[in-house]
């Protein structure tokens, strides 16, 4: 298993601005994705997160909304920009070792945009 | 069409009771799959791996049916500590998690 270290745990922003999500794995890892979950709902991918490379978002996210960066194979980090209340949410990184092995995730970061 | 559909739920059992999520995938490339389980206001956990031929974890038993692209997750003899959503997760080659909606089960004494 793999230890995730995502930061921050929560915050209350302005709407307009942008917020930088951090996640610290510790140990290298193969996939790393960042997913989105709005209140009572299940999780959605928002892009996969490749190491040197610019990320593969998923129908219906852009890179100018949610730039992600992964500058090595443990650190990541997801940026929300040009807040709205409906980016409201929790985030979440996840890791996987492996093609088709399970996903660890970080504690998630509770996003309230007013 | 969801490409992973669960039970709506929510359920509500008795503690002792024996309960059965299904769940059904779209994707009959996808290679593998789990059952997670996710507290009110905490990030999703592995509960189990779900493998053609059955798996068992003490009351937890899952089962993947691949003609059918059909996963099923039983607990036995349900304790209060059981209540949460459980999420169905399929993954593609691409190493990507899809995940279900979630079902909820309560847990009374």
Same mark, same amino acid.
């Given at each position: ?114 | 069409?969801?490409? +992973? ?7 509500? +059992? ?42 068992e974890d003490g009351r937890f038993t ?14 036995r003899d ?32």
């Open positions: 298993s793999a230890v995730i270290s995502q930061k921050p745990s929560r915050d209350i922003c302005q709407r307009g601005t942008s917020l930088t999500i951090q996640c610290q794995v510790d140990s290298q890892v193969t996939m790393m994705f960042w997913y989105r979950q709005q209140p009572g709902q299940s999780l959605t991918l928002i892009a996969t997160a490749n190491q040197g490379s610019e990320a593969t978002y998923e129908s219906g996210f852009v890179i100018d909304k949610f730039p992600i960066s992964r500058p090595n194979l443990t650190f990541s980090t997801l940026t929300v920009s040009n807040m709205s209340p409906e980016d409201s949410s929790i985030y979440l990184c996840s890791v996987t070792g492996h093609l088709n092995t399970e996903a660890f995730f970080g504690q998630g970061t509770r996003l309230t945009v007013v | 069409r969801k490409e +992973v559909e669960q039970d709506p739920g929510p359920f509500n +059992v008795p503690e002792g009771a024996t309960v059965a999520f299904n769940c059904t995938y779209s994707n009959s490339a996808s290679q593998s799959f789990f059952w997670y389980r996710q507290d009110c206001r905490k990030e999703p956990k592995l509960l189990m791996s779900v493998y053609s031929s059955g798996n899952a089962q993947l049916n691949r003609a059918s692209q059909y996963i099923s997750l039983l607990i349900s304790k209060l500590s059981d209540s949460a959503t459980y999420l169905c997760v399929v993954n593609t080659n691409a190493g990507k998690s899809t995940f279900g909606d979630g079902t909820t089960l309560t847990v009374k004494p």
